[in-house]
């Protein structure tokens, strides 16, 4: 039996409905009682006069509990880390624990202001400056800032030391090598740091062409960004050749650690010899993000760059204490306002204190597990192949192609993404990376249970049978969603925010 988070819907078209406040009300006045002065003084001669001086104003006349379960239902229209799973590849959307949310929210967290003086705020410094050192450990970089605010601007912070370091060294280096695989950020990070962007392509395997790096690299080479293992899910098992390569032409290796989570206790950076690193802590370390949520970006460093990170740095008196270190030489400066985003990091920080070296370990082996555990199983059903990396394991994702399911039944990877919702289940990544035709990329991490792992191949059979049966059924869905297909255009230039422009809407 198929297990689905089922959303409630909107009064929009039919089905199962929840009116806006103004229709639940039918007509029923809203009163607000507003006491003047006057009323206030009368009231206190006589205590025992009721004053009745309501005004009608345009509020929909509606019940406390009344207005509590509409706005209930109006949550369930939602979906979240705590509706069900996300297979959203490349995102790593990890289940939160709560505690971490909860420590978060202590007073002591929630309410400090970054101009107190140093000496009130010891312990966030010391909570910023040990996962510092925690991620240190985890990745064998020595050196760590904790300012930006994601992996994108983790990335750009990043380049701009590379920049900084290739200036200092009087060269005229301007080209950043990138995989095609990569993610969009590493390009767009490179080309707001003003470098050129040289793309180098994938070999059979899925994995970066050498012949195609060592031509490209040479003397105009600042450095290469890389992400092992890559979006596809594949460790890139030439690493140290690559790392050779770039090196070798006198550039530096920027890592993009978002799939970190496959490798954690595994591998250090510092062993694939990567320069410069960013990792992200709502990913890899489990603090909730999504929805353009807050993020957290640390960059971490070998001692070549140590002194480029932007400032301030938190460091140890050796007297004890903690405190903002301003005088960093050749800092590329601020890259955000004041520390970072403190709670995020506070999350984090909580994470991996409760984890340890050895819970991280368990971490990775259960997000490649799960993997490979849906990778086979999707395998098995018609229409669903691997481009890339058909002879090996994948890592903590994968991307199959629907090429084959969309030239037979005409069902693209978009159209599957939306029945899947029909199922209650959230739809993966689609159209990611652009090297493979038709793709969904799909990532369970270890949060999730052998039985949620099946239930997800089993909406996807479900489908691939609609597919052969009952095509339009795929084609024409979502049905049983909040909202159907939407115009992803006018969704997000003409968004609908409020009641009266729902209604205008609903007039027409
Ligand atoms: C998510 C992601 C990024 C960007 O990180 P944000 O925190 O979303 O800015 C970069 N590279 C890869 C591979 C990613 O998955």
């Given amino acids: 039996m198929m297990?689905?988070?089922?959303?409630?819907?909107?009064?929009?078209k039919g089905g199962v409905l929840e009116p806006t406040v103004f229709e639940l009300a039918n007509g029923r006045p809203g009163y607000y009682k507003i006491h003047t002065e006057e009323e206030i003084r009368s009231k206190a001669k006589s205590a025992l006069s009721r004053i009745d001086t309501r005004k009608e104003l345009n509020l929909p006349g509606l019940t406390e509990s009344e207005v509590s379960r509409h706005f209930s239902r109006l949550a369930e229209m939602n979906y979240g880390v705590?509706?069900?799973?996300?297979?959203?590849?490349?995102?790593?959307?990890?289940?939160?624990?709560?505690?971490?949310?909860?420590?978060?929210?202590?007073?002591?967290?929630?309410?400090?202001?970054?101009?107190?003086?140093?000496d009130t705020v010891q312990g966030a410094l010391k909570i910023i400056y040990e996962i510092g050192e925690m991620l240190s450990k985890i990745t064998g970089l020595p050196h760590f800032s904790l300012q930006p605010a994601a992996g994108a601007h983790?990335?750009?912070?990043?380049?701009?030391?590379?920049?900084?370091?290739?200036?200092?060294?009087?060269?005229?280096?301007?080209?950043?090598?990138?995989?095609?695989?990569?993610?969009?950020?590493?390009?767009?990070?490179?080309?707001?740091?003003?470098?050129?962007?040289?793309?180098?392509?994938?070999?059979?395997?899925?994995?970066?062409?050498?012949?195609?790096?060592?031509?490209?690299?040479?003397e105009k080479t600042a450095g290469m960004m890389i992400t092992n293992p890559n979006t596809l899910g594949l460790f890139e098992t030439d690493i140290l050749e690559i790392t050779d390569i770039v090196h070798g032409a006198g550039g530096y290796v920027y890592y993009d650690g978002a799939n970190l989570n496959a490798i954690l206790g595994r591998v250090l950076l510092s062993d694939m010899r990567i320069d410069v690193a960013h990792l992200n802590l709502h990913k890899t370390f489990s603090a909730p993000h999504g929805s353009?949520?807050?993020?957290?970006?640390?960059?971490?460093?070998?001692?070549?760059?140590?002194?480029?990170?932007?400032?301030?740095?938190?460091?140890?008196?050796?007297?004890?204490?903690?405190?903002?270190?301003?005088?960093?030489?050749?800092?590329?400066?601020?890259?955000?306002?004041?520390?970072?985003n403190f709670g995020v990091i506070v999350k984090a920080w909580a994470y991996l204190k409760i984890l340890g070296g050895e819970g991280l370990r368990e971490v990775s082996e259960v997000a490649v597990l799960n993997a490979n555990y849906v990778m086979k199983r999707l395998l098995e059903i018609e229409g669903i192949k691997l481009k890339f990396g058909k002879e090996r394991p994948c890592k903590h994702e994968f991307v199959v192609s629907l090429e084959e399911l969309k030239n037979k039944y005409g069902v693209s990877a978009l159209h599957v993404a939306k029945r899947l919702l029909d199922?209650?289940?959230?739809?993966?990544?689609?159209?990611?990376?652009?090297i493979v035709k038709e793709a969904l990329m799909i990532e369970p991490t270890e949060c999730e249970s052998p039985y949620d792992l099946d239930n997800f191949v089993e909406a996807m059979r479900c489908i691939v049978e609609e597919a052969r049966t009952d095509k339009t059924l795929v084609l024409s869905a979502p049905h049983e969603t909040s909202v159907d297909r939407l115009n992803e255009v006018s969704a997000s230039r003409r968004p609908i925010l409020s009641w009266r422009m729902y209604k205008e809407k609903s007039d027409r």
């Fill in 3 to 12: 297990r689905g988070f089922r959303q409630a819907r909107w009064s929009y």
């Fill in 82 to 118: 705590d509706s069900g799973p996300y297979w959203l590849g490349s995102c790593t959307m990890k289940y939160n624990p709560k505690i971490n949310e909860r420590l978060s929210k202590d007073p002591h967290v929630l309410w400090i202001h970054p101009y107190q003086p140093e």
């Fill in 154 to 218: 983790g990335e750009l912070t990043g380049v701009l030391m590379i920049k900084a370091k290739i200036r200092d060294l009087g060269e005229r280096r301007d080209e950043v090598l990138i995989p095609e695989s990569a993610h969009g950020s590493n390009f767009a990070s490179a080309a707001m740091a003003g470098f050129k962007v040289v793309r180098i392509p994938p070999n059979e395997e899925g994995l970066v062409d050498l012949d195609a790096l060592r031509a490209a690299a040479g």
């Fill in 292 to 340: 353009g949520g807050p993020g957290a970006g640390a960059v971490g460093v070998v001692d070549e760059f140590r002194d480029y990170l932007p400032v301030p740095v938190v460091r140890k008196r050796p007297e004890g204490g903690y405190y903002l270190d301003y005088s960093v030489k050749r800092t590329i400066g601020r890259v955000r306002m004041f520390y970072g």
């Fill in 423 to 434: 199922y209650g289940v959230h739809a993966p990544t689609v159209y990611f990376p652009p």
